[in-house]
């Protein structure tokens, strides 16, 4: 054996056992240097594996990803289809809980009625109810549907077809005329709608005012009780302009009811008058005529 050699295998056997001379505290310094030396080195090859690995994998085609996107836009649309659900159950649920606080505070005898036909051709002149003969509807009972703590017309019922189902001529339709006047004024006259079937939402004619009459855009319309068919102060519409006439004067009304969305209605009972008992019923509900 050589002299390195030898010098070599000394010098071996010499650190071995100084290390195992040391303490354990000494050793482990010993370690947590040796890591921290060799540390790069292996965050290094850890890097070199990941990225061998990485660069073996298959990258996803064309299709894949356009059928990962197209899955992507699917849900989202179904997700904003389950928003705006939500958003018509709870306005519903609204109008619901509406008009049966009105129906609860008022005084007349109301039936409640679900929409269940329309015509595009007649959109806004009538509409079928669910309601007839079994709940005691009869011609010309009015229909009206709650706003707050009032109630706006919608029109009357112009047939009673069986024993669930009528048909009501709406307050848009020339046919259905009501007495009326401007709230805060003495001025009165006749509303009523336009002839014909219309494709958008018609303007109502508050007809037979002075033509001196001082009208102010935005005034409420209202029922004004004369006659024998529908009750005092329903909501009809808002003034939007006014023209006077040789003789009289003419307003157009904005209705009051949006006619386009119409899912629930209540028809008033001609009976409301007749309860002996119900003297304020009376009052409320003195039917008017239709001119």
């Not at 310094?29 to 890097?47: H, L, N, Y």
Request: charged fraction near 25%; glycine fraction near 6%.
């Amino acid at each position: 054996m050589s002299r390195i050699n030898i010098v070599f295998l000394i010098a071996f056997v010499g650190l071995l056992v100084w290390v195992f001379l040391f303490g354990q505290e000494t050793v482990q310094r010993v370690q947590r240097g040796a890591m921290t030396f060799f540390k790069p080195f292996v965050a290094g090859a850890q890097k070199v594996e990941d990225a061998i690995t990485e660069f073996g994998k298959e990258k996803p085609s064309v299709t894949d990803v356009q059928a990962q996107l197209d899955q992507a836009r699917r849900e989202r649309d179904q997700l904003r289809l389950e928003v705006l659900r939500m958003d018509e159950l709870a306005e519903e649920n609204n109008a619901l809980r509406e008009s049966l606080n009105y129906v609860k505070n008022s005084p007349l005898q109301l039936v409640p009625a679900r929409v269940i036909g329309r015509k595009p051709s007649t959109w806004y002149n009538t509409l079928i109810i669910d309601k007839g003969h079994d709940s005691n509807i009869a011609a010309d009972s009015p229909v009206i549907v709650p706003i707050g703590e009032n109630a706006g017309l919608i029109g009357k019922i112009s047939e009673v077809q069986g024993r669930d189902s009528s048909v009501v001529v709406l307050l848009s339709d020339e046919t259905c005329q009501v007495s009326a006047r401007i709230q805060g004024s003495a001025e009165q006259g006749i509303l009523s709608g336009q002839r014909g079937a219309l494709r958008v939402m018609p303007d109502l004619k508050l007809k037979y005012l002075s033509k001196d009459a001082v009208v102010e855009a935005g005034r409420e319309v209202i029922s004004s009780g004369a006659g024998d068919l529908f009750p005092p102060n329903l909501l009809l519409g808002k003034i939007k302009d006014f023209k006077p006439d040789a003789i009289t004067g003419e307003a157009t009304v904005e209705p009051i009811v949006n006619f386009d969305v119409l899912k629930h209605v209540f028809v008033i009972l001609p009976d409301t008058l007749e309860s002996p008992d119900t003297s304020e019923s009376v009052t409320r509900a003195t039917p008017t005529s239709s001119p």
